[in-house]
Structure formats: C-alpha cells, structure tokens
C-alpha cells in the first residue's frame, strides 16, 4: 500500500534554514507529481507546493515563494522540502501528499516550530 | 488564485440528523477534456491527517460510507452526510484541483448537538 513518512522537523529559530524529506512507498515514485501541504496550530490546510514527476517543474505559494525549495530524488523515491529564511508564521505541520489532481494518500505531518 | 469559500464555518447536528456543507468556488472550475468538476472533499479528525472522501465532486472515494454524498456545478459544491454519525466529528475541507496554487477552503467543523 501506498506508505508517505515525513522527517526532519523540529524547532528553528526564525532566519534559520530546514530540510524536510517524505519518504515514498508502494507506488511507482517518478510517474507522480508530489505536494506539501502545510497546517498551522488549530488552522486550515494551506497547500505549499507541487512538483511534477520528473522534477522539472515547480509551483509554490505566494507565501513561500523565493524561501522554499522543493526538489525530488527518483532514485531514493524521497521528496524534500528546502526551508530558508524561516518566519514565525511558517510554524505548521507539513504534509506531503501524492498528485492525482485530487490527493487521496497523504503522510503523517512533521512539525516545524520556528521559535526564538 | 481560485478562492474556496465554505459555509458554514461550523455546524452541530443530531445523531442521526443530515448535514449539508457548501463550498463556492470563486470561478470555474470545470475540466473541460471530461466534463468533471476539480473538486475533492476532505476529512480531518483531531491528531489526523486529511482523508480523501470525494473526488470530481461526486466520486465516492472506495470505503467511504455510502451516507457521504457530494454535489454540485458550475461554482457552488456540497457535501452531505445524510445521517450523521458520531464518527464523523471532523472538520471537512473542499479543495480546487483545476489549477495551481491548489486552494482550500477554510474548513467546517462537524459537531454532535
């Protein structure tokens, strides 16, 4: 079955940088475009961006756009998430999420608090 | 940006009872290659990650109870649980899938009265 595990948050002071991975099972990784979706404490869901199959195109949210990198690796059918310039209002659970247009397989969240 | 736009932000129904969540979409968005409606419904219960329920407005997700209904075109949605059952307190979330960014609404919390 289709399994997504997310790493890598944690607390952050704000400015600094983190790399967050989703680990990627029971699907053949590089035929499917992948998001990260984002919800802040006792918030909605805010999608953060997409990225096709084969890692050559990239959508972001205004929000994160120019801060945040998402990039893939086929190879270790991992998806990342580069998050620099870290602000307050970016503290949320972050999602990833497989593309059907729709998502119907979604991780678990990793949470990122960025505090001083 | 498509904007989503639920109502209403919360409701409270009696077991048993129906509950009816609408969400408008701020333009079309009809895929016109099928004919279908890009809008998918979601469930979230507390400590949980969202579970897809409908797809192209009406698909029932597979093992989704048949008491899960969505409707809809052009650019008014809803999603209705036709007899409410205490498993089904969450917040619900429609999403538009016709383009980027992939917008949300804001949510409706289901509640037991």
């Known amino acids: 079955q289709v399994q997504l595990v997310e790493s890598g948050g944690g607390v952050v002071q704000p400015g600094r940088s983190l790399r967050l991975s989703c680990a990627a099972s029971?699907?053949?990784?590089?035929?499917?475009?992948l998001h990260w979706v984002r919800q802040a404490p006792g918030k909605g869901l805010e999608w953060v961006a997409l990225?096709?199959?084969?890692?050559?195109?990239?959508y972001y949210a205004d929000s994160v756009k120019g801060r945040f990198t998402i990039s893939r690796d086929n190879s270790k059918n991992t998806l990342y998430l580069q998050m620099n310039s870290l602000r307050a209002e970016d503290t949320a659970v972050y999602y990833c999420?497989?593309?059907?247009?729709?998502?119907?397989?979604w991780g678990q969240g990793t949470l990122v608090t960025v505090s001083s | 940006d498509i904007v989503m736009t639920q109502s209403p932000d919360s409701l409270a129904v009696s077991l048993g009872e129906m509950a009816t969540i609408n969400c408008k979409s701020s333009?079309?968005?009809?895929?016109?290659?099928?004919?279908?409606?890009?809008l998918a419904w979601y469930q979230q219960k507390p400590g949980q990650s969202p579970k897809l329920l409908i797809s192209?407005?009406?698909t029932r997700e597979s093992g989704v109870p048949d008491r899960f209904s969505g409707s809809g075109s052009a650019t008014d949605f809803t999603l209705t649980i036709s007899s409410l059952q205490a498993e089904d307190v969450a917040v619900y979330y429609c999403q538009q899938y016709y383009n980027t960014p992939r917008t949300f609404g804001q949510g409706t919390k289901v509640e037991i009265k």
């Open positions: 999420a497989k593309d059907d247009g729709y998502s119907n397989n």
């Open positions: 192209w407005a009406s």
């Open positions: 990225i096709s199959p084969d890692g050559n195109t990239e």
């Open positions: 333009q079309s968005i009809l895929d016109s290659s099928n004919n279908k409606q890009c």
């Open positions: 029971g699907f053949t990784f590089s035929i499917y475009g």
